[in-house]
């Protein structure tokens, strides 16, 4: 008879074949010979990452990505920061619910977000351009910022503060020579989660950004063309970059929930 | 200078940013599902035809929309959840890497798990690749692919971390000792999940179902990828902004989605009550 | 949840975060080096495109001569440039490919710049028979330079069904799940060519339009999956998982055979539409000139016999038709145009507003709506 612990791990492994293995055929395809994404793999091979690299579109949609994706970050760590300090001077319950407001476009599904943000931008008589998309994106990622700082500056002594201000710092001086340092690696860890998130956005960036292409809007186009596992490789990289930050931005946050 | 006044200040920015490009927008979003398009100019004429079309034409197709959002849902909540028991209460240290997994798969690769099960489905797909090298069918099987459980499949996949991570965050408030007890008591494995657990993570249930909904609802991409000539109300949402370019009537559909959408999820609350008198 | 409660004990943990400071400094530089890398292979002028993919190819030669990068958007089907320029495009977009028919309704909705012909010399080589086409000019000015044409084909697999002679033949019981069709809402075309006698087959009746729709879903019930490009739709055939199509496109042929796979296309007895792809210059286009200079060299012989040989689409370049070798020459009445006008015909879209019964283009495109929700 197999034990009941042997059961879960069994299911324990089931879901991480559910989990794990589409990403990992994604990469695994990225670095086939052939021109299919299939079995046999007849030889790993880096073809489809030079054909990656020699795409017209490759350099400019990789540049839009990160120039989104920094901005993105600086201005939601910025924005984020304050509002959580903000945030963390007023009563639990008040800074809770200013959160769930705050957390609101989570809600809606991205496509009526994205649309109504669109129709908004060109109503107004804006141009769509990655100004627009970035500043789409701090909305979505605002509300991870002030939750994940906010939990920190929660839990701060304030006694150090208090000592500072004791003797003699201005509440700015104080802010920036004793806080600042303290919460630094959780600022610079959500926002490399905002990066996470600007980085892989699709539905947003495609009816945002105008015209030009971001990493996930070139494959979008690649894949409702012809497919080639060039695909992969983009997929992959962009794969790299979010699953990259996610895990220095968590381990820099301690953030876990 | 008080610390309200600070507070306010401080917060100022980020709400901001909120209201001038979330509840501007949504408003303005809303005005337009009253106007009308011809011939590519926007009428600013209140008039409720846009919901009478929507009413007249959409209904099946929103209801097949909710439905496969529903299924979507549900699976991924029931998995999630068994994710989160056995992380929590089965996998001893092993558990917060599970839980690790699930959050770093939380934001990565929306595009990228789409595609990726085209590649596992499609005939010449993995699955296929090994159906016919073990001899069990002569030529690739076609069904696995393009159709509405494709749709949910991959839609069940992604969306998988969205209804883990609120159970397990209300599964980390129950008490190794709470379950001990009960046990000790003699009370049947369903008797403690139905009593104790399943009561004890409500918020984080229907927390999980309401975000895979709202997202699943909406979805798009997944249908015109894996869906085969399979339509939901996002296709259609997304066509008014591009071949079609009727925002006003695209305004109107998202609306109608959302309002029916908020329904369901309030309706599956009201369903997790069944709990409460346990 | 958190290491140190204490802001004491985190700010001692500081010093540990050195590490991974270093790790995310490292790897944001590295990032920040190659877009900046790139930065300085960047060419001095970007072209923004938003048309047909493939057509940039034949120009990949000039473009990496003169430094120029395009930065093209591509589309599956006209009606998305009259979106990209009309919400927000016109003013950042530089270039559009739209289908001849299509250029009316673009200058009328204002965001079409007139062409300077100064500035487009290749024009004189162009085939009268082209230049002829009433919808390029309007008032006088010239506002679409033509660049490819064609007239809608099917396709299919010769090597698993005989040359389909209707375009009836798609509803075929032993084609269920095995038609191709491409989302696209010219397909009321070439089902009005079908199923009903309207002599021009972009003004119908509302019945007549109706009827062209109901056509169409049917053909939708034979489709497992419809073609999100030609790209897409090439795959279908190269796979076996098509082996006729509704709609096409010759280039599909030159597409399968790159993936090993020989496909062929046919006329059916019903007819067909005609098309005739342009560049044309946006309003307030960022880069006019370069603009310009594209849709001239589009039209350069060496350009034309690319496309032609190399892409095997059809071309105008009266030199470059000349030396096309003869197979790619066969693939299109390149000796009867005005024959292959008659037969096919290049039809300008519905009227913008209903004239009496003749349905109007808002009335196309909500009943092909109708089929999207089919």
Known sequence: MIGRSHIWVGVAALFFIFLLLPLLLVVLFAFTNRALTNFPIDELSLRWWRAMLEHPQFAPSLRRSLTIGGGVALVSAVVGTAAAAGLARLPRRTATSLLAVLSLPMMLPPLVLAVSLATFYVSLGMQLNLFTVTASHILLTQPFVILVVYAQLRDFDIRILESARDLGASPLKAFATVTLPIIAPTVLGAALLAVAISFDDFVITFFTIGSGNTLPTLIWGMMRSSVTPMVNAIGTLILAVTIISTLLGLSLTRYRG | ????????????????????????????????????????????????????????????????????????????????????????????????IMLFVALISLFGGYLMKVYAWRTILGTEGIINNALLGLGFVSEPVTWLLYNPPSVVLTLTNFLFPFAMLPIAASMRGIHDSELESARDLGAPFTAILFDHVIPRCKTGITTGFALCFLIACGDWVTPVLVGGRMTMLGNLIAAQFGEFLNWPLGAAMSFSLLATAFLVVLTFSQVMRVFDWR | MRYGRCGLVRARLFGSMDRRGFLVASSSALLLGAAGGMRSAKAATTVTLVGWEGYDKPLEAYLKANSITLDPTYIGDSN???????????????????????????????????????????????????????????????????????????????????????????????????????????????????????????????????????????????????????????????????????????????????????????????????????????????????????????????????????????????????????????????????????????????????????????????????????
Not at chain 2, 24 to 45: D, G, M, Q
Not at chain 3, 139 to 166: F, H, N, R, T
Not at chain 3, 176 to 184: A, R, T, W
Not at chain 3, 303 to 329: H, M
């Open chain 3, 80 to 374: 998305q440039i009259i979106s990209k320029l009309t919400s927000g495009g016109v003013g950042r977009v530089d270039l559009v490919t739209p289908n001849v028919t299509y250029v009316p309704l673009l200058v009328k909705l204002n965001t079409l710049a007139a062409v300077d012909e100064s500035k487009v010399p290749n024009l004189k080589n162009v085939h009268p028979f082209f230049l002829g086409n009433p919808s390029i000019r309007i008032d006088g000015k010239l506002y679409a330079v033509p660049y490819v044409w064609g007239g809608v084909p099917m396709m299919y697999d010769p090597g698993a069904i005989a040359e389909p002679q209707s375009w009836s033949d798609v509803l075929k019981p032993e084609y269920k799940g095995k038609v191709s069709m491409l989302d696209n809402l010219n397909n009321i075309q070439l089902a009005a060519r079908v199923v009903t006698d309207a002599k021009v087959p972009t003004r119908l009746t509302h019945q007549q339009l109706k009827d062209a729709v109901d056509f169409l879903i049917k053909v939708k019930g034979q489709t497992r999956v419809l073609a999100t490009s030609y790209g897409d739709m090439a795959d279908a055939l190269a796979r076996g998982e098509a082996v006729i199509t509704f709609n096409g496109w010759e280039v599909v042929v030159k597409k399968a055979a790159d993936k090993g796979k020989k496909v062929a296309y046919t006329y059916p007895k019903e007819g067909t539409f005609g098309w005739m792809d342009c560049y044309c210059v946006v309003r307030d286009a960022p880069n006019n000139d370069v603009a310009h200079a594209l849709a001239n060299e589009a039209l350069s012989e060496p350009v034309q016999l690319k496309a032609g040989e190399g892409e095997l689409l059809g071309i105008l370049n009266t030199d470059a038709i000349k030396k096309l070798p003869a197979a790619a020459r066969a693939l299109y009445p390149y000796d009867d145009l005005e024959g292959f006008s008659k037969k096919v015909g290049f039809f300008p879209v519905a009227p913008l507003k209903a004239e009496g019964d003749i349905a109007s283009f808002d009335d196309w495109k909500k009943e092909y709506l109708r089929f999207k929700n089919a």
């Open chain 2, 1 to 96: 200078m008080s610390t309200a006044y600070r507070s306010a200040l401080l917060v100022a920015p980020s709400l901001l940013i909120f209201s001038g490009l979330f509840i501007a927008p949504t408003l303005y979003f809303l005005l337009v599902s009253f106007w009308r398009f011809e011939s590519y100019e926007l009428i600013r004429e209140f008039n409720l035809g846009n919901y009478r079309e929507v009413a007249r034409d959409y209904v099946a197709l929103g209801i097949y929309t909710l439905f496969i959002a529903t299924i979507v849902s549900l699976s991924a909540v029931t998995l999630g959840f068994i994710y989160a028991y056995i992380a929590r209460f089965k996998a001893g240290r092993f558990g917060s």
